[in-house]
Structures are given as structure tokens and as C-alpha cells.
């Protein structure tokens, strides 16, 4: 089965921080979406695989995405080794994606660094026939990247007005990870209400770069190709 997008999170939780809106806004247009976790995040502090494996399907349903797959890569290990480019080649190669989305290549998080170099290495060599499994090559049009904890250069900001309530209700099904009393010992970065607010803060600044009220910003790596400078402009809302 072909899919538009295929979205890669190191863990259960961070599509739907990163580009969550996004994803909801194509499947409301129609296009079929998928997600894949690297991880189960047995490392974290909160929480237990089993749980965030319950709270991600909770999540699937509110967002609508056709299909959430689970890796088994090992977290903490997400490098660009051999083992796991091939793993994530298979993937690439069933669900055959037109576009592929994953985390901007600085974070704080070394997981999040790892997967936006383990992602790159393995869209190219998804396309080469001779590496890998016996599965026909390919290779996406585009691998962009999405913001977690750091903010890089956005090479363009997509309005998600309208689904940004359906994010916050994907993001709060994490209730290990974000609905936390402030009175438990086992608080974390993201567990703190400081960090619900930067999301929505972020959403709101990059909304009003492009006049809208809440946006999602997205980095990519490769120049853009454009045929004409005019009706580009127009399409930017530069011009008209």
C-alpha cells in the first residue's frame, strides 16, 4: 500500500509534538498518512512500553492516521548503522511514501539527532535496488524535518488553524508524559506545564509569520526548484 507521507518519531509522542497538525490537515484533505516509532521508549523516565503503546493508539484515532508502525530499534542506538537503515528500508520500500518527515537534525535529545541522520541515510538507500531487501527500490521526493525541543532555519510554515485543538487533544493522550501533578517527584523536561505552553507559544509564533493564527514550520535540506519566480510568489501569497 502506497502512502503520501510516512512520518518517523524516535519515540511515541514526538510526531505529535513536531508535525501533528500537519498530519491531520492532509488526512482531512484526503491523503493517506503513516506513522512509524523507532523506539518504545523503554528508557524513559515516565511511563512504561506497554502504556505508551496504548496512549499512541489513543492518539492514532484522534488524529485519523491510516497506519502506526512500531520499529523495535533500540533507543539510545539510533545512529545510521547498518542494521538500522536496513530495517527502515523495508519500511520505506512497503509503505513506499512520496514524502517522508522526522526530526531536525539539531536537538537536545541525541535520539532526535540520530533520526533525522538515520532517516536521510536510509531514503537514499531505500533507493538503490542492489542494497537491502528483495522489495522493488525506493525513494521519496522529499525528506523534510520537523522541530522538537531546538528551532532551526523553517524553509516554509504550514497553517494548521484549524486542527491545532485536534494536536493538543493527540498530545495530552500521553498522560505519562505531559498531565502530571506538579507534586510528583518523577517530574521531567516534558512533563512540566512550561513545556505545553512553549508548544502552543511556537505554534502561535510561526502562525503569525504567515498570518494565520497557529503554524507548524518545517526545515529541508534541499534547494527548492522553482520555475517561475512569478506564479511562485503568487502561490506564497507574495503577490495578488
Known amino acids: ?26 488526512v482531512d484533505r484526503g491523503y493517506r498518512v503513516a506513522i512509524a516509532d523507532l523506539t518504545e521508549a523503554v528508557l524513559a523516565t ?11 493508539k489513543q492518539a492514532v484515532k484522534i488524529m485519523k492516521i491510516h497506519k502506526r508502525f512500531q520499529l523495535d530499534l533500540k533507543e539510545g542506538s539510533l545512529q545510521p548503522s547498518i542494521e538500522n537503515i536496513s530495517k527502515l528500508v523495508t519500511l520505506i520500500r512497503t509503505v513506499r511514501p512520496n514524502i517522508m518527515l522526522s526530526p531536525y537534525h539539531e536537538d537536545r535529545h541525541p ?12 531514503s537514499f538507500w531505500a533507493g538503490v535496488a542492489r542494497f537491502g531487501d528483495s522489495q522493488p527500490p525506493h525513494r521519496p521526493h522529499r525528506v523534510l524535518n520537523y522541530f522538537l525541543h531546538w528551532e532551526g532555519p523553517a524553509a516554509f510554515i504550514v497553517d494548521i488553524s484549524s486542527t491545532f485543538d485536534r494536536k493538543l487533544e493527540a498530545i495530552r493522550c500521553y498522560h505519562t508524559q505531559f498531565l502530571t501533578s506538579p507534586e510528583d517527584r518523577s517530574m521531567t523536561y516534558i512533563s512540566r506545564p512550561e513545556f505545553l505552553e512553549k508548544i502552543i507559544n511556537r505554534a502561535r509564533n510561526y ?8 503554524g507548524e514550520a518545517f526545515y529541508l535540506r534541499e534547494p527548492q526548484r522553482v520555475d517561475n519566480l512569478v506564479t511562485w510568489a503568487d502561490m506564497q501569497g507574495v503577490v495578488g
Open 46 to 56: 515516565r511511563g512504561d512500553p506497554l502504556t505508551r503503546g496504548n496512549e499512541a
Open 111 to 122: 535520539d532526535h539527532s540520530a533520526t533525522s541522520e538515520l532517516v536521510q541515510a536510509a
Open 207 to 214: 502562525g503569525s509569520q504567515i498570518g494565520s493564527e497557529y
Open 1 to 26: 500500500m502506497n502512502y503520501d507521507i510516512l512520518a518517523i518519531g524516535p519515540h511515541p509522542d514526538d510526531v505529535e509534538i513536531g508535525c501533528s497538525g500537519t498530519l491531520i490537515d492532509l
